[in-house]
Each structure stands twice: as structure tokens, then as C-alpha cells.
T-cell receptor
Framework: QKEVEQDPGPLSVPEGAIVSLNCTYS??????FMWYRQYSRKGPELLMY????GNKEDGRFTAQVDKSSKYISLFIRDSQPSDSATYLC????????????FGEGTQLTVNP | EPEVTQTPSHQVTQMGQEVILRCVPI?????FYWYRQILGQKVEFLVS????????KSEIFDDQFSVERPDGSNFTLKIRSTKLEDSAMYFC????????????FGPGTRLTVT
């Protein structure tokens, strides 16, 4: 079983739609949950991260973590064509300096 | 966002040659990381480096790989005797702060082994 599972898509939505991106994981030791955005052949860009369970909001982006279900989500409100990219979930243990474990990434296209 | 820089942006090498990839991480942090991403695949952890020593390494990071911090600001990944399957994007990453859990990635070096 993969430690982190993410539907690779592709996902195509019209401009203005609410986008929901999700990951599941199997390792209960993961405590930090991150979302990155990646454009083709570029480095992952950190969008936001959460610690343990709960919600976090940053502008049009909301991250949710449900540790009981081992399920995390990223919601994008009022999606824009500029949001078109691959979205990566990543997570790590609480131990100082722990590695990130990534999902496969979901390719999102927002159509004008 | 803190900036991590990497050079070169693209490296082409012949199979069996040695390559050195360079990174300038966010300054004054003790942890540094290398990851790689084969085209179309997920980002994979290679190695973490703490206080001038390897802290953790993955099964990918075998004897053909080495990391060094040759001076106070640079951080290198050396791949000896490159293989075709080493072709990938290689990313260096730094934490956002001394005790920060998040990691910031550099733009990557695209390594092509022919």
C-alpha cells in the first residue's frame, strides 16, 4: 500500500468553480500536511500547511485534515485559469527534520 | 517566500560520467534536503543533511550518490557514474525557519543522461 495516495486526474473545471483536491494516507505518524503547486518542469511551490487535524484558510484556498479518516483536502474557491497546474500533497512526521512524502499530484486545468 | 537557488538549470551528461548539482539553500538553517522527480512521476526523497552530516537517506540514495557542504553557503549532490535512469529533475529544499516544518524548494536541475 502506498503511504500517500492522490488521484492524478486530470481534472478540468470552468473558471469560477470550486475545486476539491484530495489525498489519503496510511501512516498515522504523519502530523504535518502540506499542499504544493507545481508548474511543468518547475520546483514545487508551497501553498499552505496544517498541523494535525482541522482547517486552515488562506485567501481562496482552504486546507482540511481529518486524521481519523487519514484524509486531507484542498479547496480552491473562485478558480482562475492561473490556478491551472499540478497540485501535490505532501506530509511528514513530527520528528525534527523529517522527510516529506508526496502524493502523485493532481493535474488541474481551469478553463476560461 | 524564502528563496532556494540551484545550478545548473539543465545538465546533459553521458552515461558513466560524474555530475555535481549545486544548491544555495536558505541561509542559517541546519537541515537541507535533496529530492528527485522522474518525468511524470512523484517527487521522491533522496537525502537529508543536518549539521554537516547525513541525517536520513532513502533506498534510492545508494553508493553512487554523495552530498557535501563544501563551504558555508553551498550544498552539492554528486552522482558518480550516471545511469540512464538517473535522468530526472533534482530539487534542493530548505525549511522556512530553524524550527519550521515546511520546506521550500528550489527551481530544480534537469539532469539528462544520454
Amino acid at each position: 500500500q502506498k503511504e500517500v495516495e492522490q488521484d492524478p486526474g486530470p481534472l478540468s473545471v470552468p473558471e469560477g468553480a470550486i475545486v476539491s483536491l484530495n489525498c489519503t494516507y496510511s501512516n498515522s505518524a504523519f502530523q504535518y500536511f502540506m499542499w504544493y503547486r507545481q508548474y511543468s518542469r518547475k520546483g514545487p511551490e508551497l501553498l499552505m500547511y496544517t498541523y494535525s487535524s482541522g482547517n486552515k484558510e488562506d485567501g481562496r484556498f482552504t486546507a482540511q485534515v481529518d486524521k481519523s479518516s487519514k484524509y486531507i483536502s484542498l479547496f480552491i474557491r473562485d478558480s482562475q485559469p492561473s490556478d491551472s497546474a499540478t497540485y501535490l500533497c505532501a506530509m511528514r512526521k513530527e520528528t525534527s527534520g523529517s522527510r516529506l512524502t508526496f502524493g502523485e499530484g493532481t493535474q488541474l486545468t481551469v478553463n476560461p | 517566500e524564502p528563496e532556494v537557488t540551484q545550478t545548473p538549470s539543465h545538465q546533459v551528461t553521458q552515461m558513466g560520467q560524474e555530475v555535481i548539482l549545486r544548491c544555495v539553500p536558505i541561509s542559517n538553517h541546519l537541515y537541507f534536503y535533496w529530492y528527485r522527480q522522474i518525468l511524470g512521476q512523484k517527487v521522491e526523497f533522496l537525502v537529508s543533511f543536518y549539521n554537516n552530516e547525513i541525517s536520513e537517506k532513502s533506498e534510492i540514495f545508494d553508493d553512487q550518490f554523495s552530498v557535501e557542504r563544501p563551504d558555508g553557503s553551498n550544498f552539492t549532490l554528486k552522482i558518480r557514474s550516471t545511469k540512464l535512469e538517473d535522468s530526472a529533475m533534482y530539487f534542493c529544499a530548505s525549511p522556512g525557519g530553524l524550527d519550521s516544518p515546511e520546506q521550500y524548494f528550489g527551481p530544480g536541475t534537469r539532469l539528462t543522461v544520454t
